[in-house]
């Protein structure tokens, strides 16, 4: 199975971006999907999550500005980032919960994407 991020780029304070985190592989299938993000300095902050029921949840520095979502037959979460503010610039992650099915049993991992750069300046 494999997790990759995309979407990323330059924005300018209070424009928006859309990231994507789309997972391929065979035999698998995804519960909780989640974006974080990390800054130079910082730990690395959870900034919003869904379950695969489509219950979400947000860091506060978030809430009411980005909003998480999935496609379940693409397999692929959605992070749309409005109303950006040059504090969201950082490297996102995507991370996720998935069972991958060998044989007759099953298996949980936790996977991650590749990392999207997202800058806010003027």
């Known amino acids: 199975v494999q997790l990759v991020d995309s979407g990323g780029g330059l924005a300018q304070p209070v424009g928006s971006l859309r990231l994507s985190c789309a997972a391929s592989?065979?035999?698998?299938?995804?519960?909780?999907m989640h974006w974080y993000r990390r800054t130079p300095g910082k730990d690395r902050e959870l900034v919003a999550s869904?379950?695969?029921?489509?219950?979400?949840n947000y860091a506060d520095s978030v809430k009411d500005r980005f909003t998480i979502s999935r496609d379940n037959a693409k397999n692929t979460a959605y992070l749309q980032m409005n109303s950006l503010k040059p504090e969201d610039t950082a490297v996102y992650y995507c991370?996720?919960?998935?069972?991958?099915?060998?044989?007759?049993?099953?298996?949980?991992?936790?996977?991650w994407g590749q990392g999207t750069q997202v800058t806010v300046s003027s």
């Open positions: 869904i379950t695969s029921g489509g219950s979400t």
């Open positions: 592989g065979t035999s698998f299938s995804i519960n909780a």
């Open positions: 991370n996720a919960n998935i069972r991958v099915l060998i044989g007759s049993s099953g298996f949980d991992y936790s996977y």
